[in-house]
């Protein structure tokens, strides 16, 4: 893993020169999602389960790959993407699920296994809204493009042009907190991914506005590595 994790400086330090003339305005914006086969990106992820009001905390590397793509019904592609973990005693990936996803020049769709979800509309801009579980049976959740252009440091290095897409802002923090964003960046994709959604204890008055988790999860999804194999 050392050797991934160096390759994304050298990685980095390219793309935040080759995308500081990027107009935006100009952009539909499908360079956030790019989708090719081989493509790879490499995550840490720190990760709090919470049951019965007991924390579960793990860490772990996740990798997803590329491996395929097929001619959808749209004329278009959908491409099949593996999702691994990395087994440190077996110092493996060992596959843990397939999800796929499609991309046009007007949105891009992600399949987390059966469950379709319209991560980005384009073309991009500030404030931008649609609806998130526009290709599922939810309840519409209405996603924003809260900031572009900005500067994410990760892997101790600066990417430029950022991207981030607010799916959830409910901080209450009596009933429930539900807060998810993710960043993307030109060329890369996913950069980064948080979820913070935990009930609270709202049993008893003495609970009641206490914060005491009593169900839920902490997740942050942090790029290291990326690049085609």
Known sequence: MSRQILIIFLLLSSI????????????FG???????TGNYRIYDVDQTIYELGMPSPANFQLKETV???FVNQGGGYTYTLHREIWDEIQETWNLTDSWS??????????????THYLKLAFPLSPNKTWDG??????????????????VFTV????IQNTVTIVQSNNLDKIVETDYRIEK??????????????????TS??????QQIIESGLIYKQSIIAFGNE
Do not use: F
């Open 133 to 150: 579980n526009a290709y599922n049976t939810m309840d519409e959740e209405i996603y924003e493009a809260d900031s572009i252009d900005l």
């Open 16 to 27: 935040a020169c080759s995308v500081d003339k990027i107009d935006l305005q100009n952009q």
């Open 30 to 36: 499908v360079e956030y999602y790019p989708l090719q």
């Open 101 to 114: 996803a499609r991309l046009s020049d007007t949105e891009a769709v992600l399949a987390e296994g059966n």
């Open 184 to 201: 993307y960046a030109p060329g890369i994709g996913l950069i980064y991914k948080e979820i913070t959604n935990l009930e609270y204890c």
């Open 155 to 158: 892997a101790e290095q600066d």
């Open 67 to 69: 491996v395929d793509s």
């Open 204 to 209: 008893n008055d003495s609970c009641l506005g």
